[in-house]
Nanobody
Framework: VQLVESGGGLVQPGGSLRLSCAAS????????MSWYRQAPGKERDWVAT????????NYADSVKGRFTISRDNTKNTVYLQMNSLKPEDTAVYYC??????????WGQGTQVSVSS
């Protein structure tokens, strides 16, 4: 059972990145899926969540209108499209799977750096 994030990297302010989170050992269709991020010296913060069927999404105010979370249950993968990136978006981004009565499943994270 694991989640593997990918797609991070270095991008200039105003640029875009698309993160992927691939699940194995379980099917994400039974789980709410979320993205979190942790900047150096700070706590891990929630970024966005998509419900099991993908018909309901929520975003932190800091990313609303710039980031889009989506999921493809057939590919067992969740995505985070990040546009209009800012230096303050620099962080390690983590994927999380959660369902009632179960322990959360976390990925290992992928680094996103926004700098000119």
């Amino acid at each position: 059972v694991q989640l593997v994030e990918s797609g991070g990297g270095l991008v200039q302010p105003g640029g875009s990145l698309r993160l992927s989170c691939a699940a194995s050992g379980f099917t994400i269709s039974s789980y709410g899926m979320s993205w979190y991020r942790q900047a150096p010296g700070k706590e891990r913060d929630w970024v966005a969540t998509t419900a099991r069927t993908g018909d309901c999404t929520n975003y932190a105010d800091s990313v609303k209108g710039r980031f889009t979370i989506s999921r493809d249950n057939t590919k067992n993968t969740v995505y985070l499209q990040m546009n209009s990136l800012k230096p303050e978006d620099t962080a390690v981004y983590y994927c999380k799977a959660l369902r009632p009565g179960r322990l959360a499943i976390w990925g290992q994270g992928t680094q996103v750096s926004v700098s000119s």
